[in-house]
């Protein structure tokens, strides 16, 4: 079984702030997705470092609001928010220093 990974979120100026952790950087993504504010027609870049590494990986991502499962909890609202994601090119870009 893989272990969890853990992934910092860099801006643009190369800054780091958020640790979020998950087996794939696309978990990782999808919770950066969740809490961003993004849109299909505006998506945000999210670039993760992966702790340890000089690997960071770069995605697209927003959110859209959804209906609920028919099969939610009573104290789950009928809307809620879904993250989306897609990988751009170049999917890994590697950092000479972190």
Known sequence: MSETRNFVLRDSKGKEHGVFTGKQPRQ???????RGKGTKSKPEKIMLRERGTKKVHVFLGWK?????P?????????KI?????KKQK???IKLDKI
């Open 90 to 92: 170049p999917g890994i």
């Open 70 to 78: 028919k099969n939610k909890p009573d104290w789950m609202p009928d």
């Open 64 to 68: 859209e609001m959804v209906k609920a």
């Open 28 to 34: 990782a993504a999808l919770k950066v997705a969740n």
């Open 81 to 85: 928010n879904k993250p989306f994601v």
